[in-house]
């Protein structure tokens, strides 16, 4: 059985992921939130109140990408009742998921027992509401757990308890034309230096054409991020730092702005029919997260097989830490409330870990690693890239900058509301900064948030 939610009064203005409370050590993050209030279910030091167990449907909330995922399972388990639900999955830090759940909380009733998020923060106010359960006190094998990439499950840490899996890794690298690159003369950028020089190529000699996007409400998190951009470093558990103006903020606010100015870089989204029908099919370059090849490119797009190829997200000449965005992941829950706990770890391990789904049939990364070597041959043997992902896409898993935090608040509804319509009036990205980082402390502190320089 499959049932659509309806987010009402949900901010919806595109695709999204992030977020959950990193707390920076250093270069090393741990989340911390404090397990207490809400529902009550689950205890400060991740204990689990169970609450009775029927044989009743298990009821999985969904987005539209992963109502493949629950419906597979169905096939593959025909004796598990399932009440699928598919809901907006918190695109765009929409907070449709935590609405509902104070609901819930407050009539005692109607919590599902597995849910898909697109946002990766979610466990900075579920621990706090009772609604997600702890899943390394007994529910999932240590050997299960134990073979998700490093640092893939951080953002479901609070106080050494995990409350949620990750469902795919999101890093950025670079998209490309490969057949147009041998046809023009042009070398993939290895730099963002490099890159720059060659929008200004472009823009010369082959005008139309696109190395790039800032039209999304991920933006910041493909460039910003990716260029060690301070606008979003949690310190604590409710204390964030942000600094929009440093060098390496306006060196990518720099950067944007000369290539939105020349027209190779464009400000529509890549969602947009607009950007479907005219754009398209003129991108040489498109720097994004590892989801954009099937689900753009051979998904969308349609662009033919043998064209698109994969580098390195490109870095600044002298930085000795190559670094990278990250563009999602998004997290799967179990309800703390579940009358169905072994039918939800059931589900909640195999939409995970599975082949048959992450290996197979899911667009993105996975963020178990048995099932991203699968999922890296499965792409292969499709012979739909020119030449070989698997490196690039290896290479900046690893290297996904830790000082971008995961807070409560959206960073993805911040740029949408204060940096998009200023760019579509005529403004460049540089002088949006400062309001950048007003709009960013003024929603922390709606959330609770002490806000530092």
């Known amino acids: ?35 207490c209030g809400g529902g009550g279910a689950a205890g400060g030091q991740g204990g689990l109140k169970k609450a009775p167990q029927t044989d009743g449907p298990l009821t999985v909330w969904v987005d539209s990408t992963r109502l493949a995922a629950a419906r597979l399972y169905q096939r593959q388990h025909p004796a598990v009742k399932m009440n699928i639900v598919t809901y907006d999955g918190d695109a ?5 998921l935590q609405t509902k759940v104070s609901l819930f909380n407050r009539i005692r009733r109607g919590w599902p027992d597995v849910v898909f998020s697109s946002q990766n923060n979610e466990v900075s106010w579920a621990v706090q509401a009772g609604f997600a359960a702890p899943l390394n006190k007994g529910l999932i ?20 308890t995990l409350y949620c899996l990750r469902n795919d890794l999101s890093q950025t690298v670079l998209w490309y034309n490969a057949g147009l690159m041998r046809k023009w003369g042009y070398r993939v950028p290895a730099t963002w230096e490099e890159y720059r020089a060659l929008g200004e190529k472009v823009a010369a000699g082959h005008p139309g054409y696109l190395v790039g996007s800032a039209g999304d409400n991920f933006t910041p998190e493909i460039y910003m991020w990716a260029s060690k951009c301070g606008a979003n470093q949690i310190t604590g558990p409710k204390a964030v730092t942000i600094d929009t103006t440093s060098a390496n903020c306006t060196r ?20 947009s029919s607009d950007f479907d029908k005219n754009q398209a099919g003129r991108i040489l370059m498109l720097p994004g997260p590892s989801w954009f090849g099937g689900s753009l490119f051979q998904g969308t797009f349609k662009t033919p097989a043998g064209q698109i190829a994969v580098a390195p997200t490109p870095q600044w000449s002298g930085d000795p830490a190559p670094s ?26 195999w939409v995970t870990t599975a082949n048959d789904y992450q290996g197979k049939v899911a667009p993105g990364y996975p963020a178990y690693t048995a099932a991203a070597k699968a999922w890296l041959a499965n ?22 900058w830790p000082g971008w935090g995961y807070g409560q608040f959206s960073q993805e509804a911040i740029w949408a509301a204060t940096v998009t319509p200023g760019v579509t009036a005529g403004k460049t990205i540089v002088s949006l900064l400062p309001a950048w980082r007003n709009a960013i402390a003024n929603y922390a502190r709606s959330d609770g948030y002490k806000v530092g320089q």
Not at 252 to 271: G, P
Request: charged share 15%.
């Open 1 to 35: 059985m499959t049932r659509k939610a309806r987010a009402d009064g949900a901010k919806r203005s595109g695709r999204s992921r992030r977020r959950a409370v990193l707390l920076a050590l250093g270069s090393a993050f741990t989340l911390t939130v404090v397990a």
């Open 92 to 96: 765009n830090g929409s907070n449709y």
């Open 141 to 160: 094998p240590r050997s299960v757990l134990d073979g998700f990439a490093r640092g893939a499950n951080d953002p479901c840490m609070a106080n050494g």
């Open 252 to 271: 990518m606010a720099s950067l944007l702005d000369t290539l939105i100015k020349n027209h190779t870089m464009s400000t529509s989204s890549v969602f």
């Open 324 to 349: 990278a965005g990250n563009v999602g992941g998004g997290t799967w829950l179990l309800s703390a409330h579940s009358a169905h706990l072994k039918a939800g770890t059931d589900f909640l391990t």
């Open 379 to 400: 792409q292969t043997s499709s012979r739909y890239y020119a030449g070989d992902i698997a490196g690039p896409l290896q290479t900046e898993a690893g290297r996904v």
